[in-house]
C-alpha cells in the first residue's frame, strides 16, 4: 500500500517556468511534510518541509502548499533555472524520530 | 563541516556473500536510519535507532541487519546478498526530536553491486 502518492512522474519546463510537483497521502497520523531534492549519484538533500499547522510555507523560490482536508500538498518552484534539473521526492513522517515515508519521485527537466 | 559519512561508496560484492556498509557522522545526532533505494525508485526505510534502541520495519528481510556500537557509527550487514539487494544504501541520521519538525540529514549512499 503506497501512503504517498507523487504526481507527475517526470516533467518538463522551460526556464524560467513555474515548476509544480503534486503528493497526496493516507495516514492521518503524518504531521511533517519535507521535499528532498536529489541529483544523480548523491544523497538527496532537504529542500523544504512543512507540518499541517500551515497552509503555506515559501522559502526562496520554492512554496509548499498545503491541504490538510484533502490530505494533498504541493511544491511550486518559482523562476525555474536549468539546475533544478533534477529528482524530487515528497515524504511524510509522524514526526520525531519516525522513518520518512516517501513518494515515487518526480524527475524534473529544466530546458534552458 | 559536520555531516554524515559513508563508505564504502561502491561496493561490488557476490551472490550470497556477506558484506557490511559503513555510516558515520559528526553531527552527534541520536537517530540514525538506513534507508533502500533501488534504480529510479523511491527510498524505503529499512531499519533505525534511536540511540541504542533499535526499530525495524516490519517488511525488511531478515537478510539485513545492523549495529551502532556508538553514537557516531551504525553499520548496515547483509548476511546474504541476492540479485534484488543490489541498490543504493542510504544512510541518515536526525536529532529524534519530538514536535514534527525533525529534518533527516542523508549521506551520498553506497551503491551496491551483486554479481
Known amino acids: 500500500q503506497q501512503q504517498v502518492k507523487q504526481s507527475p512522474q517526470s516533467l518538463i519546463v522551460q526556464k524560467g517556468g513555474i515548476s509544480i510537483i503534486n503528493c497526496a497521502y493516507e495516514?492521518?497520523?503524518?504531521?511533517?511534510f519535507p521535499w528532498y531534492q536529489q541529483f544523480p549519484g548523491k544523497g538527496p538533500a532537504l529542500l523544504i518541509a512543512i507540518r499541517p499547522d500551515v497552509s503555506e510555507k515559501k522559502e526562496g523560490r520554492f512554496t509548499i502548499s498545503f491541504n490538510k482536508s484533502a490530505k494533498q500538498f504541493s511544491l511550486h518552484i518559482m523562476d525555474s533555472q536549468p539546475g533544478d534539473s533534477a529528482t524530487y521526492f515528497c515524504a511524510a513522517s509522524g514526526g520525531g524520530a519516525d522513518g520518512l515515508t516517501f513518494g515515487k519521485g518526480t524527475h524534473l527537466i529544466i530546458q534552458p | 563541516d559536520a555531516m554524515v559519512i559513508q563508505n564504502p561508496r561502491y561496493q561490488v560484492t557476490q551472490f550470497g556473500k556477506p558484506v557490511t556498509l559503513s555510516c558515520s557522522q559528526t553531527?552527534?545526532?541520536?537517530?540514525m536510519y538506513w534507508y533502500q533505494q533501488k534504480s529510479s525508485q523511491a527510498p524505503k526505510l529499512l531499519f533505525h535507532?534511536?540511540?541504542?534502541?533499535?526499530?525495524n520495519e516490519a517488511d525488511t528481510p531478515d537478510n539485513f541487519q545492523s549495529r551502532r556500537p556508538n553514537t557516531s557509527f551504525c553499520f548496515l550487514d547483509i548476511r546474504s546478498p541476492g540479485l534484488g539487494d543490489a541498490a543504493m544504501y542510504l544512510c541518515?541520521?536526525?536529532?529524534?526530536?519530538?514536535?514534527?519538525?525533525?529534518?533527516?540529514?542523508f549521506g551520498p549512499g553506497t551503491r551496491l553491486t551483486v554479481l
Open positions: 495516514n492521518t497520523a503524518f504531521d511533517y
Open positions: 541518515a541520521t536526525s536529532r529524534g526530536n519530538s514536535g514534527g519538525t525533525d529534518t533527516q540529514y
Open positions: 553531527l552527534n545526532h541520536n537517530v
Open positions: 535507532y534511536y540511540d541504542k534502541d533499535f526499530n
